[in-house]
């Protein structure tokens, strides 16, 4: 990944391969936002009147590079815009800096070393431009040959990101980049996961990477595979797992720090592909469906991003991995199975296993009464209807804890929404065949999938809900830190809730 530095130097003296400087949109025209000033001076005072001579107004995302002839030591300078500036008095927020961070890395692609003298304030603009550079950076390029001569590729990422006007020695910036690196890291860990086509990411494998990472960052690691889940009763899993050649895995993944007074327990949907099973998806466009396992990269990659924080509080992480295919084994529609909560479910459509899977990870995990359960799923298509693309569904079984969540989406950039469970919409599900059926009224589907799964919550557990179907995935061009293909959706949110819970914030 893209190092992150801190830097004093000026901007005049840095050897770097590029500058990236930020431009608001001014009253009259384009503004070049504080911490280039250096720069400025090497363009005699007229970078905003050069930048609007070509064009550049500093609209959000706008990426303008430009020639250095002299003054600075670096040959180009990257001007990024900024949006509108802000009123007298205010900074630039930091979902601003992140994305103006992340287009310019983007833009930055092929080269080695940019600096970043974008305006810092303070610790929390640090941790902004730096976790916006290093998910910006991000590419996936794996299954990619790389024909191109190494030294002219121009798609590697950047590979350093200096932020300008930051004192290494500050321990405030310190932290702040140190924690930008680990979470970024993280998210693009999440990303990875998602992006890495299901003939090469089925239960099975994904399971052998969570143990790598439990080894490498001291987490305690169980699998449970089809023969422990068979053996345990988890109907839900093997349902839904039975139709694949790779049969389903539950891994339990444990950080526990000593003096943490909480528990917090993360259940992850983990469909490394879903094509509906037996009530098959219509053919066209089902190469996204890889994607369906981003609940669980997200989990996988909060547990370590908080082992690699060292958190105040315990967070054990479910991951519910199966496929869902068609085939003389699959579960039919009409099948009853028995739950690992003992609790019967007619399936009445094969295509709606994500709430099976999470069930019996749901129960599995209330057993071990954590403070809280938040579950992370690409579950339903209902809820990209209703919110889009960009925006994750919360919903919960406590107002001030979905408003938590709510608000802790918002505070680290992430878009979220509060969404209810409508108590009449429960006995949609109702089936004179067994307790109850996967699927019920389809007007609400995405909160009737979150009232499945909160037949699953133990007595007494606070509990969240939160729908990724829009934003786990990203079809369309990149934007500000968002690549192509997997976000690494909701990592961020998980991260920032451990940390309140450790600070004693939350409940
Ligand atoms: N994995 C899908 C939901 C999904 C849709 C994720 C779009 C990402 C993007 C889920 O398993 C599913 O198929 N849900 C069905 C449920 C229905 C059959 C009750 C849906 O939403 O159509
Ligand atoms: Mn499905
Ligand atoms: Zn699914």
Request: charged share 20%; with cysteine; glycine share 12%.
């Amino acid at each position: 990944m893209t190092a992150l530095t801190l830097s004093t130097s000026s901007a005049a003296t840095l050897r770097a391969d590029a500058i990236v400087v930020g431009v608001a949109k001014g009253p009259k025209g384009p503004v070049v936002a504080p911490g280039a000033e250096a720069v400025d001076k090497a363009f005699d005072g007229k970078l905003a009147t050069v930048l609007e001579t070509l064009g550049a107004g500093g609209g959000e995302g706008e990426v303008t590079k430009l020639p250095v002839l002299s003054g600075l030591k670096a040959p180009v300078v990257l001007a990024v815009g900024l949006g509108d500036l802000p009123a007298e008095g205010d900074g630039f927020d930091e979902e601003t800096l992140r994305r103006a961070a992340g287009s310019a890395a983007r833009a930055l692609a092929g080269t080695k070393k940019a600096a970043f003298a974008l305006p810092v304030e303070d610790a929390e603009s640090v941790a902004a431009i730096g976790e916006g550079a290093l998910l910006g950076a991000y590419s996936y390029a794996t299954y990619r040959n790389k024909g191109v001569a190494k030294k002219d590729d121009k798609s590697a990422p950047l590979a350093e990101a200096a932020i300008l006007g930051a004192k290494p020695r500050d321990k405030a910036f310190k932290a702040a980049a140190e924690r930008a690196a680990a979470v970024a890291a993280e998210v693009n860990r999440a990303r990875d996961l998602v992006n890495i086509p299901s003939n090469d990411l089925n239960p099975k494998t994904f399971a052998a990477e969570v143990q790598t990472a439990a080894k490498e960052f001291g987490l305690k690691v169980e699998v449970l595979d089809e023969k422990a889940l068979l053996k345990g009763g988890y109907g839900g899993l093997m349902g839904v797992g039975q139709g694949s050649a790779t049969p389903p895995r539950l891994v339990r993944l444990a950080y526990t720090h000593p003096k943490a007074a909480k528990t917090l327990a993360l259940v992850g949907k983990g469909i490394t592909y879903d094509s509906g099973g037996i009530s098959l998806k219509p053919a066209g466009h089902n190469e996204t469906m890889k994607c369906d396992m981003a609940g669980a990269a997200a989990v996988f990659a909060a547990v370590v991003a908080v082992a690699r924080l060292g958190l105040e509080v315990n967070v054990t992480g479910w991951l519910a991995l199966a496929e869902n295919m068609p085939s003389g084994n699959a579960t039919r529609p009409g099948d009853v199975l028995k739950m690992y909560s003992g609790k019967t479910v007619e399936v009445l459509n094969t295509d709606a296993e994500g709430r099976l899977v999470l069930a019996d990870a749901l129960t599995r995990a209330s057993e071990e009464n954590p403070d809280a359960i938040i579950d992370v799923a690409t579950l339903t298509g209902a809820m990209v209807l209703a919110l889009g693309n960009r925006t994750f569904g919360v919903m919960a079984n406590d107002d001030a804890f979905r408003t938590a969540l709510y608000e802790i989406a918002g505070e680290v950039g992430e878009q979220a929404w509060p969404m209810p469970l409508p108590a009449e919409l429960r006995k949609s599900m109702d089936t004179p065949v067994a307790d109850l059926a996967n699927m019920g009224e389809r007007m609400g589907g995405g909160l009737v999938a979150g009232l499945f799964l909160q037949e699953f919550v133990g007595e007494g557990i606070t509990w969240a809900h939160l729908d990724i179907a829009g934003p786990a995935f990203h079809e369309s061009a990149p934007y500000g830190y968002t690549p192509k293909g997997g976000t690494g959706s909701s990592v961020r949110t998980l991260v920032r809730l451990a940390e309140r819970t450790a600070d004693g914030d939350l409940g």
